[in-house]
């Protein structure tokens, strides 16, 4: 059965200012009573990824895109800083009683756009990326090392052209390219790839996600290297408005497990689909490199690979290399964030990499995820509906991941590495945050567990050798040039 490209129209992509996703009601602003009758303190509230997604979206909506310079989450703090344009306290008293910190702000969301869209006319050069970076404020434009001379001087030009202060250039080592060959290997027409996540079709069949690029490399996939298939392209879509494929299994009884395999026989329970947030922790399998953690740097970003433009693609700074596309990009209490597209480096030397929405994907081809509607983010805060410290979500649900504690499907406690890498969760209260790895005690190494403790707080570092790097700023938007895809 030939797979067919799904129209633009179909995918429906976050704007800068819909960063969100449909998940756990917003907790109420805390209100603390002065001790001399005046109004009461408002302090910032402590959110999850999750709920700040959706206090993202319900800002970005009601303040407006001249008001609203973006937002970012503060994931050491669990807060949410909103940048705002102008003086205006009404504006700054909104987002206070919202439960966010206001930060007073140059450039609007309308104004970054503007220069986006002013980067794709004029400087549209395969091998640079660009995105919204709310931490500073600013479009971050990254150039990997094929873009020289008059490319270079082109690309210089627009970004100046912009004005003082609304977007820098970073140059990049690598070479942005899909990274077709990657959880469990899948392989199809010489190419290999990895799964991302199975999926319940709209007529009720078994499938999974992975990468266009790997779609419409092949119409068949196996397990094996020329091995018999096990399953067919249904639709793909890339280049164009994402790079997603979904493959249904030839055979019709499959059961396929709503789980990412993280190596040494452990497993993460995924649930529920969700959309990412600036600053949100997120963990990466991959056929060739196994397990790698890091952070989301960027939302709604263009890449330009020599293939064609893709859009809609969140940048993070977790590594990937050849193999390792469509496979999956989760947290570690279960949800489902991204497939992999393709990026720059190596896990050795670092780069950019590049993720497809798992929601955008979902609701373009009418497949869904555990019990979440086609296309929906689900509910709660958790993998299970419920808030990150246990207690129950809006709604409902189990008490977590693992049940009160939210561990990522594998062990507790002890945070000691594999060879590829346990999603080990501790108490919820605070710790470290650490990816690194290849055993001890959060050490980092080559192949990295993530390990360390979930996330009430602490920093999340990266190990050596495991973040392939994202350059990219933090960003509710953006647009990213690239060279291909991880082939």
């Known amino acids: 059965m030939s797979h067919r490209r799904i129209p633009k129209r179909k ?36 959110l999850t990824a999750a709920s700040a997604a959706e206090l993202v979206r319900q800002l970005g909506q009601r303040l407006g895109a001249d008001t609203y310079g973006g937002a970012y989450y503060d994931a050491a703090e669990r807060q949410v800083v909103v940048n705002v344009v102008g003086d205006d306290n009404n504006v700054i008293v909104q987002v206070r009683k919202a439960g966010a910190v206001p930060r007073t702000v140059r450039n609007s969301a309308s104004d970054l756009l503007d220069a986006r869209s002013t980067l794709s006319r004029r400087a549209a050069i395969p091998g640079t990326s660009w995105a919204v970076d709310p931490k500073n404020n600013q479009v971050l434009v990254t150039a990997d090392r094929t873009v020289a001379g008059d490319k270079w001087d082109t690309l210089d030009r627009a970004v100046k052209a912009l004005g003082p202060g609304v977007a820098r250039i970073q140059k990049s080592a690598g070479v942005f390219k899909p990274f077709l060959e990657g959880g469990d290997a899948v392989f199809g027409g010489g190419a290999r790839c990895s799964v991302g996540f199975n999926v319940t079709t709209g007529d009720g069949s078994p499938g999974f996600l992975t990468a266009g690029h790997c779609g419409v490399a092949a119409e068949q996939w196996s397990e094996s290297q020329n091995g018999a298939p096990i399953g067919t392209v249904q639709e793909a879509v890339f280049p ?28 993460v329970a995924i649930s529920r689909a969700a959309d990412a947030a600036v600053g949100q922790e997120v963990f990466r399998m991959g056929s060739t490199t196994g397990l790698s953690g890091g952070q989301v740097t960027g939302l709604d970003a263009t890449v330009n690979y020599p293939e064609g433009t893709v859009t809609g693609l969140i940048q993070t700074t977790v590594c990937a290399e050849p193999g390792d596309s469509g496979g ?52 709660g805060d958790n993998a299970a509906g419920a808030q990150q ?17 939210q561990n990522a499907g594998a062990n507790s406690g002890d945070q000691n590495g594999g060879q590829n890498g346990d999603v080990n969760g501790g108490d919820q209260n605070g710790g470290d945050q650490n990816v690194g790895a290849n055993g001890g005690e959060q050490n980092a190494g080559a192949d990295g567990d993530a390990n360390g403790d979930a996330q009430n707080g602490g920093t999340a570092d990266t190990g050596g050798g495991e973040g392939d790097g994202n350059e990219g700023g933090d960003g509710n938007g953006g647009n990213g040039d690239a060279g291909q895809p991880y082939n």
């Not at 994402?242 to 452990?266: C, I, R």
């Not at 410290?389 to 504690?405: F, I, K, L, R, V």
Request: hydrophobic share 35%; with cysteine; glycine share 22%.
């Open 11 to 46: 995918a429906i992509l976050a704007g800068a200012g819909a960063v969100g996703i449909a998940a756990a009601a917003v907790l109420l602003p805390q209100a603390y009573a002065s001790q001399d009758g005046q109004e009461p303190e408002i302090r910032p509230k402590k």
């Open 240 to 267: 164009g408005a994402g790079d997603f494929a979904l493959v249904t299994y030839d055979d019709p009884a499959t059961v396929a497990p709503g789980v990412v395999d993280v190596g040494n026989g452990e497993t």
């Open 328 to 379: 999956a990009l989760f947290t570690r209490d279960g949800n489902a964030i991204g497939l992999t597209s393709g990026g720059s480096g190596d896990c050795t030397s670092g780069g950019e990499t590049f993720f497809q929405p798992v929601t955008t994907a979902l609701a373009a081809v009418g497949a869904r995820i555990g019990t979440d509607d086609a296309g929906s983010a689900g509910g």
């Open 389 to 405: 410290n246990g207690g129950t979500g809006s709604d409902g649900g189990a008490e977590g991941a693992n049940g009160g504690e």
